[in-house]
């Protein structure tokens, strides 16, 4: 069966192979799997995005994301998603941005919400809406079981990563390392204070977006703890990315909100770098505690964990990523899936 599926991305970010965000990662993976497989993958998504199907661009905001900035956008998605409708015969919709309420079509062709964020950050109204043929799916379990009753709600498809992408043969060196967005519930303050108590050099990557909290965050909590051994480097792309963590002798996760996912943990993993997080979310069932990783409590449990990773086998952590992260059997359930929904039928595990 020939599928059309419509992806909108959350507009304030750009999807690509090297895209900051895990939801923006997961939907180039998923168009990529679509086009490969000889389906039709259309994509609305802002200005600037390299997807394999057919781009839509809504434009992107230069400066602070205001309120008013966030409606002129959704706007234009809305327009986006009105001419993708009239210009194909999309077989199902395929929504990824927190705000996928504020431009979800009119009843009619089928759509999926893939929830990627703690489902407390979603309207209520949400897990409630009237709209017939409209499904939410989770990611992990921790965050299914955190999502209301609803009966939209599907099983979770976890997340995958590129391991074939993800191979390396550089060099272990002593740093430890932190990734992602620069935000505060992701807590990296955590990390530099962590890396400072192990006295260990840390690299921290990642995107400081154009909120007003998050620059905020970066210039009271962050830039004061930055010094010649722990480094603030900036957005990486993949390749630098693989080389990083492949080199690291631990990647950190301070984060201290409720993950649902984390698509950098099992990068890491993939490279052969052991991970220490925070028990919290779904970061259990990424890590396995003396096997892949630690899970920690606190600042000073992240450091006497950098101070034992030594003992982490990295080939175990490799292993972990092949059989349970490749991103693979994650696009193959989401086909399964829009095949499904895309005819009337309700999705199980």
Request: aromatic residues 6%; proline residues 7%.
């Amino acid at each position: 069966m020939s599928l059309t599926v419509l992806s909108i991305a959350y507009p304030f970010a750009p999807v690509s192979a090297d895209s900051v965000g895990g939801a923006e990662q997961v939907l180039w993976a998923l168009d990529d799997a679509l086009v490969r497989a000889g389906h039709t993958s259309v994509v609305v998504a802002q200005a600037g995005s390299c997807v394999a199907g057919t781009l839509i661009p809504v434009p992107s905001v230069d400066g602070e994301i205001t309120d008013a900035a966030r409606a002129e956008v959704h706007q234009a998605v809305r327009d986006a998603v009105t001419l993708a409708l009239l210009r194909w015969p999309v077989d199902l919709i395929h929504l990824h941005g927190i705000d996928f309420h504020e431009y979800m079509p009119p009843a009619g062709v089928p759509a999926l919400a893939t929830l990627h964020l703690p489902p407390s950050w979603y309207p209520a109204d949400v897990f409630a809406s009237a709209r017939p043929g409209t499904w939410l799916n989770p990611v992990s379990q921790a965050q299914r079981a955190d999502c209301p009753a609803c009966p939209a709600l599907l099983d979770a498809i976890p997340n995958g990563v590129a391991i074939d992408r993800l191979r390396s043969s550089a060099r272990k060196r002593g740093w430890a390392m932190a990734l992602g967005r620069i935000c505060p519930e992701k807590g990296f303050h955590h990390a530099l204070e962590a890396a400072r108590r192990a006295e260990v050099p840390l690299l921290l990557a990642g995107h400081v977006y154009p909120y007003p909290d998050h620059q905020r965050y970066f210039a009271e909590q962050i830039a004061p703890r930055l010094d010649g051994t722990r480094r603030f480097i900036g957005a990486v792309g993949m390749d630098r990315k693989r080389r990083l963590l492949s080199a690291a002798r631990c990647l950190l996760i301070p984060s201290t909100a409720p993950e649902t996912s984390s698509l950098v943990a099992m990068e890491a993993l993939a490279c052969g770098t052991p991970v220490i997080a925070f028990r919290i979310g779904a970061l259990p069932e990424v890590v396995e505690d003396g096997v892949t990783g630690f899970i920690v409590d606190d600042e000073r449990g992240m450091a006497d964990a950098i101070r034992r990773v030594a003992a982490i086998d990295p080939e175990m952590c490799r292993a972990a990523a092949r059989e349970r992260f490749d991103v693979a059997r994650t696009a193959g359930r989401y086909l399964d899936a829009y095949a499904r929904l895309a005819r009337g039928a309700e999705v199980h595990a």
